[in-house]
């Protein structure tokens, strides 16, 4: 494996980009501040090989200021409502970064920190291991948290996410990965061409803050139904309260599956190029994120302006605020558990 320094953050640490091939010629580079993705290289129909994945070229840029283009997110992905829960007996505050909630771990989550590289030998492809100690009450959570995340570029052109984490004390733990795709290539236009499918019959609708109601509702005849594949931009700005409060897509799925099974959670595909990624997971929920907040002002990489809606996050996670919502999957971890989740994104041509 590959390896090159990147930059150094303004604490003085050294940060190395990592570089997984595969027999087929695709390759993931991956940076060890904040585990992000920063480029993958996927062919289209003609083996024509582009960057899939919304990034920086250089590591100043993603310290400055990223919406989480290609991160690890953690400890706990997505909103956690008024920016507190309560869990053994104690109340834990954390920090509102987003209006009153926690988004996406608070301040300095699992994006901004400089993760360690860990050998790691794998039958299924090239890996590389990233580990973190997230210290008790870091960002306000409880407990001295071990996670492990492991990165595998299989050679079925998949890229495939094994997480791990422990804790000495009850936590809650929801650990995503932030890519923003664009199949037709990172700054070639906006995704609303690109055909979604999801297998969700029902999602956890939000309040104007994005917290769940707590209530899981049926997609049938609503924008939400991707159960059959629609352009993601067919209905995106049709009359409804959802996607005003979301200023488009931002929602959790609630995935038909059970248990923790690995499975087909959604599909995507991008007719002038024809490839199509697909993603399975073991986890119950998937947010799909149009890319509502970008505006043209992130500089991407060669230079290239990333606009309105020009990337698209499939977040496979629990659901928003579980820690929360008693009637949601638990995303309480003890001691002596092991929290496990797998989620791979895998890459095709039609
Ligand atoms: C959230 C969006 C948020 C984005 C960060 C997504 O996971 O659902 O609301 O703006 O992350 O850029």
Known sequence: ??????????????????????????EARITNYGGILVSLMVPDRKGKFVDVVLGYDSLSQYVASSPYFGALVGRYGNRIGKARFKLAG???ALAANDGPN??????????????????????????????????DGEEGFPGNLSVEVIYTLTDSNELKIDYKATTDKP???????????NLAGA?????????LYIDADRLTPVDSTLIPTGELKGVKGTPMDFTKP???????????????YGIGYDFNWVLNKKDTELKLAARVEEATTGRVMEVYTTEPGLQFYSGNFLNGTNIGKGGKKYEHRFGFCLETQHFPDSPNKHSFPSTELDPGQTYKSTTIYRFSTR
Not at 171 to 181: A, C, E, G, I, Q
Not at 230 to 244: F, M, P, V, Y
Request: glycine letters at 12%; proline letters at 0%; zero cysteines.
């Open 1 to 26: 494996m590959a390896k090159e320094l990147f930059g150094k953050t303004n604490d003085g640490s050294e940060v190395y980009i990592y570089t997984l091939k595969n027999a087929a010629g695709m």
């Open 90 to 92: 104690h109340e834990y």
């Open 102 to 135: 926690t988004l996406h771990g608070g301040i300095k989550g699992f994006d901004k920190v400089v993760w360690s590289v860990k050998d790691v030998d794998s039958k299924e492809g090239n890996s590389l291991a990233l580990t973190y100690l997230s210290k």
């Open 187 to 195: 700054g070639n236009g906006d995704i609303l061409g690109h055909q």
């Open 230 to 244: 629609t352009a993601i931009g067919a209905r995106i700005s049709e009359n409804d309260q959802q996607l005003k």
């Open 171 to 181: 936590t809650v733990v929801n650990l995503t990965h932030h890519s923003y795709f």
